[in-house]
Nanobody, 125 residues
Framework: QVQLVESGGGLVQAGGSLRLACAAS????????MGWFRQAPGKEREFVAR????????NYADSVKGRFTISRDNAKNTLYLQMNSLKPEDTAVYYC??????????????????WGQGTQVTVSS
């Protein structure tokens, strides 16, 4: 079983920055992908960013390109999402997830096998 625990969310003013972290533990096979999704109230969960276990390719939603950066520290088994130039429309619960195969359609939430509990990000105007 795999466990994912997100942290780093909070309240920030528009234009500010936050860094989310996702600590992974348990039996994680090689050649997997890790991603970030978000869900705003009343909306469907949407793709934010994704990377393979060993690095690229890096994929981003158009809405966050140039502002968000996904990365990971293999030694710590931790995935990060650096979020800069935050906007009120970035307000959502952010989730990290693992696609155990690394081969599925990365933009689809049903491609992922394991999910964290989520961390709230609120951007005030």
């Amino acid at each position: 079983q795999v466990q994912l625990v997100e942290s780093g969310g909070g309240l920030v003013q528009a234009g500010g920055s936050l860094r989310l972290a996702c600590a992974a533990s348990g039996r994680i096979f090689s050649n997997y992908a890790m991603g970030w999704f978000r869900q705003a109230p009343g909306k469907e969960r949407e793709f934010v960013a994704r990377m393979m276990w060993n690095g690229g390719p890096f994929n981003y939603a158009d809405s966050v390109k140039g502002r968000f950066t996904i990365s990971r520290d293999n030694a710590k088994n931790t995935l990060y999402l650096q979020m800069n130039s935050l906007k009120p429309e970035d307000t959502a619960v952010y989730y990290c997830a693992i696609d155990g195969s690394g081969l599925r359609s990365y933009w689809r939430s049903d491609s992922y096998d394991y999910w964290g509990q989520g961390t709230q990000v609120t951007v005030s105007s």
